[in-house]
């Protein structure tokens, strides 16, 4: 039986799913690639990528393939129940994906109930650390995450890691505030250079900076209500 060349043998290393999906994201690739990253390896027959276009030639598109059953699946050589069973999860998944609603961590209605929103999150913390609130047009919260630990410093707190995490999770808005440990919530004059600096970074990206809050032991300052925003 005249040997089938692997994928190895037969496609040069960038041009391969795998590393092209590593180079270009998995968006450069066809179905077929990303199935034949899915299913791993072919069978004495076909290679891995040649398998791929076999079974999306035998079931036509993605959604006739998501229909398929196990039996259906095995029924090509080189798929068994462990490849046929790890193609129905990705495909199951991909579509609860698809269905799934973006998490909501409250909703922010006045300056009020996010400063008292911030107390809640700080209390206890020993360790000046920034926080930065991501919300949504409706100004619901999507995720809040510690972007700083240490005190204000152009050294320290950098704007793009405020901003990596407004472009992960698509905010419209950002909320941030600090704490004192102190328990003394008036502003430094370096609270005011960075709360100005993070302004102008917003601006340029179309995120507004709707507040910045200073909290101490149980109370709070916004810095829009105090004059510098």
């Known amino acids: 039986m005249e040997k089938i060349p692997t994928v190895k043998e037969k496609y040069p290393e960038e041009t391969r ?3 092209r999906l590593i180079a270009h994201g998995p968006e450069a690739l066809a179905d ?3 199935l034949a990253i899915l299913l791993k390896t072919g069978s004495r027959q076909q290679n891995v990528i040649d398998l791929s276009l076999s079974l999306l030639n035998q079931f036509g598109s993605l959604y006739e393939l998501k229909q398929a059953s196990i039996t259906e699946l095995t029924s090509f050589a080189g798929v068994g129940p462990i490849k046929a069973s790890e193609v129905i999860a990705a495909c199951e998944l991909g579509y609860r994906i698809a269905h799934s609603a973006q ?4 909703k922010i209605t006045s300056t009020q109930s996010a400063g008292q929103y911030f107390v809640r ?3 206890g913390l ?4 920034v926080m930065a609130a991501y919300l949504n047009t409706k100004n619901e919260v999507i995720k809040v995450e510690m972007v700083f630990k240490g005190s204000l ?4 707190a950098h704007p793009r890691e405020i901003f990596k995490g407004a472009v992960k ?3 419209a808005r950002i909320i941030l505030a600090h704490n004192h440990p102190s328990g003394n919530t008036e502003p430094s004059q370096a609270d005011q250079l960075f709360t100005k600096r993070i302004v102008e970074c917003g601006e340029m990206m179309g995120i507004e900076i709707l507040d910045h809050f200073v ?8 810095l829009r209500e105090y004059g510098w925003m």
Do not use: W
């Not at 998490?103 to 409250?106: D, L, T, Y």
């Not at 909290?215 to 916004?222: L, R, T």
């Open 17 to 19: 799913p795998r590393e």
């Open 32 to 34: 077929y690639e990303l």
């Open 103 to 106: 998490k909501k961590k409250g």
């Open 121 to 123: 999150l700080f209390h």
């Open 126 to 129: 020993q360790q000046e650390q």
């Open 153 to 156: 410093n152009s050294s320290v």
């Open 169 to 171: 999770y698509s905010a």
């Open 215 to 222: 909290v101490g032991a149980n109370d709070y300052i916004s």
